[in-house]
């Protein structure tokens, strides 16, 4: 396929290079320019364009920016996405980084408001995994120790597209259902960031209490500034030295009450 990706932090250049090395003709843009990407474009073996460019004559395009961005970047792309182009979207709400959504604050689910912005079916996934484990943590179709990945979204055609890409990109899918129901899988659930193989996950999101979130997301925050600096520069940088551990996994299943990873 053609897959197109906005936003070349550490989610959405780790999924180029997936996707380029699953066979996928991949190209790559970002806010900050094709220069300024270059380099990233290369280790993944994909193509750098511009914003404007990235969605032309694409099957898919994955938008792995900033919650709190995706307002502006529809402004954007207004009426230059293809109607039958599948929407992916990575993202989470962060309230101290993406300033307040009122509608959020208000309850309504993530994804869709990211939806009702495009105005046009989306499909969330790759946003219950960390940037650590997506890059290092993929194993081959069968294997038992599989980590899944939740996919929700309204329409199945696209919702199949998508399942497939994970699949590719080295994990387990789990058809989440609707949009309205991918709360399950927000920050700071049982399904979010806590490496789960397939039963688990499933498991997982069926025990989510949403008015429990705001609550583990605070409490997830006060455990990560104990953390130290040095892990966060090596989260960002996507650099993971041998014998790194992401303790954000451990920190979010502790506070869902989940089993210790083994290390």
């Not at 970047?73 to 709400?93: H, P, Q, R, S, W």
């Not at 105005?119 to 219950?128: D, I, L, W, Y």
Request: proline share 4%; net charge negative.
């Amino acid at each position: 396929m053609k897959i197109g990706i906005i936003g070349a932090g550490v989610i959405g250049k780790t999924l180029a290079k997936k996707f380029s090395e699953a066979g996928h003709k991949v190209t790559l843009a970002d806010a900050r320019g094709v220069e300024s990407i270059q380099a990233i474009a290369n280790w993944a073996s994909v193509k750098a364009v511009e914003v404007d460019d990235v969605v032309e004559d694409v099957d898919v395009l994955v938008v792995s920016i900033p919650f709190g961005n995706i307002p502006d970047l529809v402004k954007t792309l207004e009426g230059k996405i293809a109607d039958d182009v599948v929407i992916v979207e990575t993202t989470n709400y962060w309230p101290h980084r993406d300033n307040k959504v009122e509608a959020v604050e208000n309850g309504m689910v993530n994804s869709v408001w990211v939806q009702e912005q495009f105005g046009r079916p989306v499909v969330k996934a790759f946003s219950n995994i960390g940037a650590y484990s997506l890059a290092v943590e993929g194993k081959p179709k069968g294997n038992k120790d599989r980590i899944a990945l939740a996919v929700s979204g309204d329409e199945q055609r696209s919702k199949d597209v998508v399942l497939g890409l994970v699949d590719d990109a080295g994990f387990d899918a789990v058809d989440a259902g609707q949009l309205e129901d991918s709360w399950r899988q927000q920050a700071c659930s049982p399904a979010y960031c806590t490496d789960l193989i397939l039963p688990e996950l499933v498991q997982a999101r069926a025990s989510a209490n949403r008015e429990t979130l705001i609550e583990k997301q605070q409490l997830l925050f006060s455990k990560m500034q104990e953390i130290g600096e040095e892990y966060f520069k090596i989260i960002l940088s996507g650099d993971y030295p041998e014998g790194f551990v992401d303790h954000a996994v451990d920190i979010v299943r502790s506070i869902n009450n989940l089993p210790p990873r083994k290390h």
